[in-house]
Structures are given as C-alpha cells and as structure tokens.
C-alpha cells in the first residue's frame, strides 16, 4: 500500500473511532433528558437508575460485538467490518434523533430505546477492536504510534459529545441527528480506504478455534484492558462526583479540568509514541515505566482527597493520568504481538472488550467499595495501586510473541 494512502486510510479509521466514542458518550451525558424522554418522569432516584441501565447495557454487549465484528473481520476483511459496525451505529443514533417520545408510545419508547443502546454497544464493541487491528497492520515501523492516535481518537470523540452536549442541552435530539450525519459522511469515506488483511480464514469455526487458541494471551490481553479503563473511569468518574458532593466543587469548575485532561489525552499520547517508534524504544518498558508511575503517584491522590484539598486534587489527578497515558499508548500494539494475523481481528477485540467493558461498567462501583471498606477517601489509591502491580507482573513475564 502507498504510503499516501496508508494516511489516508488511517485517518479514516481515526474519524470513525471518534464518531462512535461520541455517540456512544451522548446518552451518557444527556441522561436526565433522555431519561425523562424515552422512560417518564419519575423519581430522581429511579431517574439515576434508568440512567446507570442505559449506560451499562452498552457496555455488556460490547463483548458480543466485539466478537461478531471481530468474525467479520477475519472473514471478510478488516474494511468490511469497520464499515459494519458504522452502518449499526449510525442507525441507532439516527433512531434515537427521530423516535416519538414516551408520552406518544408508551413502553414501545423505552424498548427501542435500550435496542439502540445494545446496537451502540455492539458497534463499539467491534470498531474498537478492528481499528486497533487495521492501526497494528498498517506499516510495522509505526505501530505504536498509530495504536496511540487510535487512543486519542476515542478522546477527541468524548470531548466533542461533552462540547455538543453542552450547547444543545435542552434540544438533546439534536446532538443525535449531528452524530447520524457525520456517521453517514464517514461511511463514504470508509467505502474509499484500502483493505490491508489478504490472509483470511474461511469458516467461523476456524477463526473461533484460533483465536481461543492462546489462553494465556487472552488471559494477559484482559488484564492489560482492565487497567486500562478502571484508572480513567475510576479517577474520572468517581472522584469527580465525590470532589463536587463533599467539597462542593460546581461542575462547571469540574469540566474545565476533564477538558484539559481530555486534551492531555489527546496530545500526549501520539507526541510520546511517535518519539518511541522512531528511536525503536521498548514499548514493553513504556507500559511498566507507565505502571509503575500509576503505582507510586496513586497514594498522593489518595492524599490530597483526604486532605480536601481541590487544587491537589487536579494536580495529583493529571499525574496519575499522565502516567496511566504513557502505559495506554503502547497497548494496541500489545494486542497485536500477542495473536496471530489469522484471527487476529476476533483475538484482539474480543479479549480486549471483556476486559475493559465489565471493568469500565464496575470501576466506580470499585473505588465506592475500596472508599468504604477502608472507611478513608485515601483508600481511592488501593485499586489502582493493586492493577498497577499485576501489570507490571504481567509485563514482565517472558512474552511469546504470535507470527504474522
């Protein structure tokens, strides 16, 4: 493939992570509105509820489109399946653009409603994986660096959903119909990329069979996963709600540090893996250095929650994801080495979406428990801190590296 059109290609597939991230992030951050649209009025407590199902349900199914998707992509082609899982999302998000509210039909609302969240959690499910796979293939001196654009891309796409969110709050269907349009956009742009997979398996069985193959590897890719997402969802979530209940810390105040720390995610990663490609850095010594940053930077968080104070909240927060940024950037790549080009599609979406989905839907349930079990905010630190040590456990086993 030409190397115009390797760029080419690859920005494609940077263009449809984001949309699917920022799709996938609307209903999230809209969830009073939609709530009160698609289920009724009710009590704020059942409102949270109703709230925590349809962000929840998304990511249970993520698993089974991370397998179906990944099938696809092993069969048919990497193009294939990316195309695919667009075509899901961008129906489901039109759907929820234009379906009548509750008051007009009643429970058939809600139902379609929660479809069109297990279709988004399906589309994720496989277009993170395949663009994962299609960044590891594309040129073999730079896949650490497009592995990290493909991270930050899923970035871009949140902070676009919190900057739409923000304007059309109280006309919430038309940040939905903004995503259906650029979703149909990008499914001409995605008919002009190139297909980079030529080795395809033939039957379903045989692309099950390979990639379950490697029981350890699956094993090593979920773990690395969870890491991955109970750092972010963990430090993000729980820690904002907690700084703006027992400090009163106003949301506003809160935004405007999780759009820098967004932007950090945005930059950084990419800038540091580029840096990393071109002097041939060991990636493997990137995701421990990341870890163990994580390890040893984890307690001053703890520290300055229990101290209540707010700027060494933020300061301690953008440590902590700095370091979890250098361990993430490298882990696409990870996932590529561990399985074969055969089903690697499948492999590596499947592995990876079991991983972070479960541990994205349970971190702040995780850091709840840690907080109260230990009866200190200081205890924030302990699952992170633990993570941290079984990655970089993991990460220094020796590795077996899948050919092709």
């Known amino acids: 493939m030409k190397v115009e059109k390797v760029k080419q290609s690859f920005w494609i597939v940077a263009m ?68 695919s899982s667009v075509i899901l999302m961008t129906t489901a998000t039109l759907a929820l653009a234009f379906i009548p509210g509750v008051k007009v039909l009643g429970g ?12 988004q959690g399906l589309a994720v499910g496989g277009e993170y994986g395949t663009a994962m796979t299609y960044a590891y293939e594309l040129n073999p001196s730079w896949r650490t660096f497009y592995g990290a654009c493909i991270i930050s ?19 919430f269907r038309m940040t939905f119909l903004i995503g259906g349009i650029i979703g149909l956009c990008l499914l001409l742009f995605r008919s002009l990329m190139e297909e980079n997979h030529k080795q395809r398996l033939k039957k379903i069985f045989e692309i099950t069979t390979e990639s379950v193959k490697n029981k350890g590897a699956i094993l ?61 850095f060991s990636y493997l010594k990137i995701m421990r250095f990341g870890a163990l940053g994580v390890f040893l930077s984890a307690p001053f968080l703890g520290l300055s929650l229990v101290l209540a104070f707010y ?18 950037l490298c882990t696409p790549r990870f996932f590529g080495d561990l399985f074969g080009s055969s ?54 086993k020796e590795m077996v590296y899948a050919k092709g």
């Open 108 to 119: 058939a609302t809600t139902i379609i409603f929660l479809l069109c969240r297990v279709a």
């Open 153 to 171: 891309s899923t970035h871009f796409g949140g902070l676009l959903a919190s900057f739409l969110a923000g304007i059309y709050i109280e006309n």
């Open 220 to 280: 090593q890719a979920a773990v690395i996963a969870s890491m991955q997402v109970l750092v972010f969802y963990g430090s993000l979530i729980y820690i904002n709600e907690l700084v703006h209940q027992e400090l009163g810390i106003l949301k506003s105040q809160i935004f405007m540090a999780n759009s820098f720390l967004l932007g950090l995610w945005i930059i950084l990663p990419p800038y540091i893996a580029y840096i990393a490609d071109k002097y041939f």
């Open 311 to 328: 700027p060494g909240i933020v300061i301690s927060q953008m440590v902590v994801h700095v370091f979890h940024m250098i361990f993430c």
């Open 16 to 83: 449809g992570v984001a949309f699917e991230h920022f799709d996938m992030m609307l209903v999230s951050l809209l969830a009073s509105s939609v709530v009160v649209e698609f289920v009724g009025e009710t009590t704020p407590e059942l409102k949270l509820l109703y709230a925590y199902i349809g962000y929840a349900i998304a990511f249970l199914f993520r698993p089974l489109g991370a397998f179906f998707f990944g099938c696809i992509g092993d069969l048919y082609g990497r193009k294939t399946a990316l195309i």
């Open 343 to 396: 089903a690697r599609n499948t492999a590596v979406s499947t592995s990876y979406s079991i991983g972070a989905s479960f541990t994205a839907a349970l971190a702040p349930m995780t850091c709840y428990i840690s907080v109260n079990l230990f009866h200190t905010n200081f205890a924030i630190c302990v699952p992170f801190m633990l993570m941290a040590l079984v990655t970089i456990f993991i990460l220094k």
